[in-house]
Protein backbone atom coordinates (compact mmCIF):
# COMPACT_ATOMS: atom_id res chain seq x y z
CA UNK A 1 0.00 0.00 0.00
CA UNK A 2 1.25 3.71 -0.71
CA UNK A 3 2.02 5.27 2.69
CA UNK A 4 1.68 9.45 3.48
CA UNK A 5 4.36 11.01 5.15
CA UNK A 6 3.68 14.73 6.49
CA UNK A 7 6.20 17.40 7.80
CA UNK A 8 6.37 18.60 10.16
CA UNK A 9 4.67 16.85 12.54
CA UNK A 10 3.71 20.15 14.83
CA UNK A 11 4.37 23.50 13.56
CA UNK A 12 4.67 26.64 15.72
CA UNK A 13 3.59 30.14 13.65
CA UNK A 14 2.25 33.25 14.59
CA UNK A 15 -0.70 35.17 12.95
CA UNK A 16 -0.05 36.40 9.73
CA UNK A 17 2.63 34.23 9.03
CA UNK A 18 3.41 32.37 5.74
CA UNK A 19 3.53 28.54 6.23
CA UNK A 20 3.88 25.43 4.40
CA UNK A 21 3.69 21.52 5.24
CA UNK A 22 4.20 19.09 3.20
CA UNK A 23 3.24 16.00 2.49
CA UNK A 24 5.10 12.79 0.36
CA UNK A 25 3.53 9.93 -1.40
CA UNK A 26 5.62 6.68 -1.26
CA UNK A 27 4.66 6.55 -4.84
CA UNK A 28 2.94 8.24 -7.37
CA UNK A 29 -0.71 9.34 -6.90
CA UNK A 30 -0.34 11.43 -9.73
CA UNK A 31 -2.71 14.52 -8.30
CA UNK A 32 -5.02 12.63 -6.12
CA UNK A 33 -4.23 14.16 -3.07
CA UNK A 34 -6.80 15.57 -0.55
CA UNK A 35 -5.95 18.28 2.43
CA UNK A 36 -8.39 18.28 5.63
CA UNK A 37 -8.58 20.54 8.46
CA UNK A 38 -9.81 19.09 11.69
CA UNK A 39 -10.19 21.06 14.95
CA UNK A 40 -10.68 19.26 18.57
CA UNK A 41 -13.61 17.25 18.53
CA UNK A 42 -14.89 18.21 15.57
CA UNK A 43 -14.85 16.15 11.95
CA UNK A 44 -12.21 16.73 9.69
CA UNK A 45 -13.21 19.48 6.46
CA UNK A 46 -12.38 18.90 3.27
CA UNK A 47 -9.94 22.12 1.99
CA UNK A 48 -8.67 21.39 -0.67
CA UNK A 49 -9.19 18.47 -3.65
CA UNK A 50 -7.14 16.94 -6.83
CA UNK A 51 -4.20 18.76 -4.79
CA UNK A 52 -4.94 21.97 -5.62
CA UNK A 53 -8.66 22.80 -6.40
CA UNK A 54 -9.67 25.09 -3.57
CA UNK A 55 -12.94 23.92 -1.99
CA UNK A 56 -16.28 26.07 -2.28
CA UNK A 57 -16.55 28.16 1.20
CA UNK A 58 -12.63 27.92 2.33
CA UNK A 59 -10.11 31.30 2.24
CA UNK A 60 -8.05 31.88 -0.50
CA UNK A 61 -4.97 32.06 1.63
CA UNK A 62 -4.82 28.45 1.43
CA UNK A 63 -3.40 26.88 -1.40
CA UNK A 64 -2.34 23.52 -2.63
CA UNK A 65 0.30 22.51 -4.93
CA UNK A 66 2.17 19.33 -6.38
CA UNK A 67 1.98 16.19 -8.17
CA UNK A 68 3.72 12.57 -8.23
CA UNK A 69 4.85 12.45 -5.26
CA UNK A 70 5.41 15.96 -3.37
CA UNK A 71 2.62 17.82 -2.18
CA UNK A 72 2.41 20.91 -0.01
CA UNK A 73 -0.60 22.77 1.49
CA UNK A 74 0.27 26.57 1.95
CA UNK A 75 -1.63 29.15 4.17
CA UNK A 76 -0.41 32.70 2.92
CA UNK A 77 -1.68 34.53 6.55
CA UNK A 78 -2.56 33.03 9.51
CA UNK A 79 -5.58 34.09 10.77
CA UNK A 80 -6.14 32.72 14.52
CA UNK A 81 -9.29 30.16 12.91
CA UNK A 82 -5.95 28.22 11.08
CA UNK A 83 -4.50 26.59 14.70
CA UNK A 84 -5.16 23.19 14.03
CA UNK A 85 -4.39 19.65 12.52
CA UNK A 86 -4.23 19.46 8.95
CA UNK A 87 -4.06 16.12 7.42
CA UNK A 88 -3.36 15.02 3.94
CA UNK A 89 -5.16 12.32 2.10
CA UNK A 90 -4.33 10.14 -0.50
CA UNK A 91 -7.24 8.67 -2.74
CA UNK A 92 -6.18 7.25 -6.05
CA UNK A 93 -6.83 3.63 -5.25
CA UNK A 94 -8.61 1.88 -2.32
CA UNK A 95 -7.29 1.74 0.63
CA UNK A 96 -7.31 5.30 0.64
CA UNK A 97 -4.78 7.10 3.15
CA UNK A 98 -3.84 9.47 5.40
CA UNK A 99 -0.89 11.87 6.33
CA UNK A 100 0.01 11.44 10.21
CA UNK A 101 -1.14 15.02 10.55
CA UNK A 102 0.66 18.52 11.30
CA UNK A 103 -0.26 19.94 14.33
CA UNK A 104 -0.65 23.99 13.60
CA UNK A 105 0.29 25.76 16.86
CA UNK A 106 0.61 29.11 18.16
CA UNK A 107 3.63 30.58 18.65
CA UNK B 1 -28.57 21.26 4.39
CA UNK B 2 -26.03 17.98 4.21
CA UNK B 3 -25.92 16.12 6.99
CA UNK B 4 -24.68 12.57 8.23
CA UNK B 5 -25.65 11.75 12.09
CA UNK B 6 -23.56 8.95 13.60
CA UNK B 7 -25.17 6.72 16.08
CA UNK B 8 -24.56 3.10 17.75
CA UNK B 9 -21.27 3.81 19.61
CA UNK B 10 -20.99 2.72 23.29
CA UNK B 11 -18.66 0.77 25.06
CA UNK B 12 -18.26 -2.78 24.48
CA UNK B 13 -16.34 -5.99 25.50
CA UNK B 14 -13.46 -7.06 23.68
CA UNK B 15 -14.96 -10.27 21.28
CA UNK B 16 -18.51 -8.57 21.51
CA UNK B 17 -20.70 -6.79 18.36
CA UNK B 18 -21.62 -3.37 17.53
CA UNK B 19 -23.71 -1.88 14.59
CA UNK B 20 -22.96 2.40 13.46
CA UNK B 21 -25.20 3.79 11.63
CA UNK B 22 -24.96 7.02 9.98
CA UNK B 23 -28.36 8.35 8.87
CA UNK B 24 -28.14 11.14 5.76
CA UNK B 25 -30.24 14.01 5.25
CA UNK B 26 -31.09 16.70 2.39
CA UNK B 27 -29.36 14.23 0.46
CA UNK B 28 -29.40 10.40 -1.12
CA UNK B 29 -26.76 8.23 -0.07
CA UNK B 30 -26.88 6.24 -3.65
CA UNK B 31 -25.78 8.86 -5.34
CA UNK B 32 -23.05 8.62 -3.53
CA UNK B 33 -19.92 6.58 -2.55
CA UNK B 34 -19.70 6.31 1.09
CA UNK B 35 -16.56 5.93 3.43
CA UNK B 36 -16.16 5.00 6.86
CA UNK B 37 -12.76 6.65 8.86
CA UNK B 38 -12.12 6.19 12.28
CA UNK B 39 -9.37 8.17 14.91
CA UNK B 40 -8.38 6.70 17.84
CA UNK B 41 -8.38 8.93 20.93
CA UNK B 42 -5.00 11.66 20.66
CA UNK B 43 -4.44 10.06 16.72
CA UNK B 44 -4.08 10.59 13.60
CA UNK B 45 -7.14 9.51 10.66
CA UNK B 46 -7.67 6.15 9.65
CA UNK B 47 -9.82 5.21 6.47
CA UNK B 48 -11.50 1.65 6.85
CA UNK B 49 -14.13 0.73 4.21
CA UNK B 50 -16.54 1.91 1.20
CA UNK B 51 -19.35 1.42 -0.41
CA UNK B 52 -19.91 2.19 -3.74
CA UNK B 53 -22.68 4.54 -5.03
CA UNK B 54 -24.64 1.31 -6.12
CA UNK B 55 -23.56 -0.69 -3.87
CA UNK B 56 -22.03 -2.81 -5.87
CA UNK B 57 -18.40 -2.50 -4.51
CA UNK B 58 -17.06 -2.62 -0.96
CA UNK B 59 -13.06 -2.68 -0.22
CA UNK B 60 -11.88 -2.53 3.43
CA UNK B 61 -8.75 -1.51 5.29
CA UNK B 62 -6.68 -4.58 5.95
CA UNK B 63 -7.16 -3.84 10.11
CA UNK B 64 -10.70 -4.45 9.94
CA UNK B 65 -11.13 -7.08 6.61
CA UNK B 66 -13.29 -10.08 7.90
CA UNK B 67 -14.62 -7.71 10.73
CA UNK B 68 -16.31 -5.14 9.74
CA UNK B 69 -18.96 -4.68 6.92
CA UNK B 70 -20.33 -1.90 5.50
CA UNK B 71 -23.91 -1.57 4.06
CA UNK B 72 -26.75 0.25 3.16
CA UNK B 73 -30.83 0.56 3.89
CA UNK B 74 -31.75 3.07 1.04
CA UNK B 75 -35.62 2.92 2.30
CA UNK B 76 -33.98 4.96 5.11
CA UNK B 77 -31.67 6.45 3.93
CA UNK B 78 -28.81 5.01 6.27
CA UNK B 79 -25.50 3.90 6.09
CA UNK B 80 -24.03 1.08 8.73
CA UNK B 81 -21.05 -0.26 9.70
CA UNK B 82 -21.39 -4.34 11.37
CA UNK B 83 -18.15 -4.48 13.62
CA UNK B 84 -17.93 -7.81 15.01
CA UNK B 85 -14.94 -9.74 17.08
CA UNK B 86 -13.84 -6.11 18.62
CA UNK B 87 -10.75 -5.49 19.97
CA UNK B 88 -8.93 -2.60 21.91
CA UNK B 89 -7.39 -1.37 19.54
CA UNK B 90 -10.76 -0.68 17.66
CA UNK B 91 -11.55 1.95 20.22
CA UNK B 92 -11.90 4.72 18.51
CA UNK B 93 -14.31 7.90 16.93
CA UNK B 94 -15.90 6.78 14.25
CA UNK B 95 -16.78 8.80 11.31
CA UNK B 96 -19.03 8.78 8.23
CA UNK B 97 -18.21 10.47 4.93
CA UNK B 98 -19.37 10.81 1.67
CA UNK B 99 -17.56 11.16 -1.47
CA UNK B 100 -20.00 12.56 -4.70
CA UNK B 101 -19.10 10.25 -7.80
CA UNK B 102 -17.61 13.02 -10.01
CA UNK B 103 -13.99 13.03 -11.03
CA UNK B 104 -11.85 14.17 -8.74
CA UNK B 105 -13.49 14.42 -5.82
CA UNK B 106 -13.36 13.10 -2.23
CA UNK B 107 -15.12 12.97 0.80
CA UNK B 108 -16.69 16.32 0.69
CA UNK B 109 -18.88 16.00 4.17
CA UNK B 110 -18.87 13.81 7.21
CA UNK B 111 -20.40 12.87 10.32
CA UNK B 112 -19.55 14.39 14.11
CA UNK B 113 -18.56 10.91 14.74
CA UNK B 114 -19.81 8.17 16.89
CA UNK B 115 -17.25 6.93 19.60
CA UNK B 116 -16.42 3.14 20.40
CA UNK B 117 -14.89 2.30 23.17
CA UNK B 118 -13.72 -1.86 23.79
CA UNK B 119 -13.25 -2.55 27.04
CA UNK B 120 -13.44 -5.35 29.77
Known amino acids: DIQMTQSPSTLSASVGDRVTITCRASQSISTWLAWYQQKPGKAPKLLIS???SLESGVPSRFSGGGSGTEFTLTISSLQPDDFATYYCQRYNTYPYSFGQGTNLEIK | QVQMVESGGGVVQPGRSLRLSCAASAFTLSDYSMHWVRQAPGKGLEWLAV????????YYADSVKGRFTTSTDTSKNTLYLQMNSLRAEDTAVYYC?????????????WGQGTLVTVSS
Open chain 1, 50 to 52: KAS
Open chain 2, 97 to 109: AREPVIPGATCDY
Open chain 2, 51 to 58: LSYDGSHT
